[in-house]
């Protein structure tokens, strides 16, 4: 499955975004699908997923503002962001896999990712 993502730009602090990654070659449905991210100068870390059960999580520092879905019509996953903070700034990549549950959140689980798409979050 083939991951572009896109979306990303520059929003204020306690402003939204909705990033998205359409897939193609494969159906999201049967994946997990999930959204990390890389800030400058650190690792990247799991921001949240959604397995081809439908259940999703999240990372703590996230959880109550983003919210991710999937639209298995348009073979899209996104990832609402409201109220975002500067410490959101990243780049953000979406990937697919087919992960077991104790693995979900481990980037080593997914095979495929997208190109990232860039957040910047100004104070």
């Known amino acids: 499955v083939q991951l572009q993502a896109f979306g990303g730009g520059l929003v204020q602090v306690g402003g939204s975004l909705r990033l998205s990654c359409a897939a193609s070659?494969?159906?999201?449905?049967?994946?997990?699908m999930a959204w990390f991210r890389q800030a400058p100068g650190k690792e990247r870390e799991f921001v949240a997923g959604i397995r081809w059960t439908g259940y999703t999580s999240y990372v703590d520092s996230v959880k109550g503002r983003f919210t991710i879905s999937r639209d298995n019509a348009e073979n899209t996953v996104y990832l609402r962001m409201n109220n975002l903070q500067s410490e959101d700034t990243a780049v953000y990549y979406c990937a697919a896999g087919l992960t077991i549950a104790s693995t979900f959140r481990n980037e080593g689980s997914y095979s495929n990712w997208g190109q990232g798409t860039e957040v910047t979050v100004s104070s």
């Open positions: 070659g494969g159906t999201v449905s049967k994946y997990s």
